[in-house]
DNA sequence: ACATCACTATATCGGAGCGATATATCGCCA
DNA sequence: TGGCGATATATCGCTCCGATATAGTGATGT
């Protein structure tokens, strides 16, 4: 699911593929470092399905860089990185589409395609700002069943099997822990949800912005 | 490293694609989980390059199933499970070779090829009685030293990034929290693995069995 | 008697992702 | 002037996955 990565932080704002692959490593690098060989092709993809759309930048040396004329780079955003004045060889800049939009909320909200595992989840929940309530509350509610069907099973793998040695039990062991806790993470967020949603769905007390909690139209200040 | 999870299988018995499967999703499910279509191919690999050898056995239905001469069956072995005498078409049952045998260490001991992520160590794990104390430690002691460094790029990137949300910020502190786990749990293995190495090299206490605990020439009787 | 189903078993296809590599351009510094 | 490192796009070979094809087998059902 690279492809939901690049639409949700083209979502933002344009970009070209260099500079995308930097905030995929810097922004999301735990959850999706991702090579080149990779990220070019997903964005030839992107671009084939009309997702989103490129323009040639070619280099300005000179002055001002808002060469890219269709909304190209929204100058001074990001000049705190280091980036600032260094143009070189012609980009291309990637802008998403309305069908790109369309296709960041299906892949985001999950509801086709279930390649659900670790990363897919940690990626989907980095950008949970953008789905409903209640699609977060599901989001949260499909990785918990997942990862309580996955207790099960290796419960019911590691009793059916006394050939196990101890650095294998060692395993099982963490691993189920480790599950557990992020079972208990998981009702944590999920708790926290409801009481929002909760709040949100009765604007006669604390009635300021119960509406515009994450709704999927919001875009624009994203933070 | 899917290699690696097949040899160290066969290195227990001979077995055909479909068995070596469904042991691949039983015992080592967790952390990997094949598809035929992976799982046919490696073996190809293997077989090309010498590390496996493979033997036609053709279905016999009657009688027993001793057909496959050359060391085929290991006859009545795993009888518990419930294809005791479902013996059906034809199969290709693989075998590891000597050069076999030092691909799987050289595999297991990660000198060469260094793709470490979360799945690869935890496979080595499992097979961690083939490794020498010193070498188990090595181990461990590299997946620690990689978690550490994790820790250390996380916490550098989320410090330098001011413009995380709640849920990103929940997804990373989770993350910091379960790489100490996994952290503190290497600690331990560590500690346990250190004391073994050490009650291993003076055998005047405890005497009994100190050089037998897992040296690599040691097989055959693998469990 | 025959159909159908579930299981066993091998194999291939297209697609996604990765690491490595190729090819440029540019600024900087020795 | 020449090399180095960063920027930037692109491709190659490989591995892995999910889906699918093919086919033999025993059990079950009608």
Redesign the interface.
Known sequence: MLELAVLGLLKEEPLHGYELRKRLR??L???ASVSFGSLYPALARLEASGAVHAIEVHRSTAGYPMTGSLSGERTAFHRSRADANRRSRSRRVYSITEHGQQLFEDLLSGTSNENDDERSF?LR?????HLRPQARIRLLERRKAQLRQ?LV??NA?AA??D?L?S??M???E??TE?TK??IS?LDK?IDAEQIAAHAASRPQEGARSARDVAHPKQHGNA?
């Open positions: 810097d922004y690098g735990l959850f940690a929940w980095t950008f949970a700002r996955r099973e290796v793998a059916s099997n050939s040695d650095y294998s060692s395993l099982v963490h691993a480790s806790r992020d993470w967020l933070r």
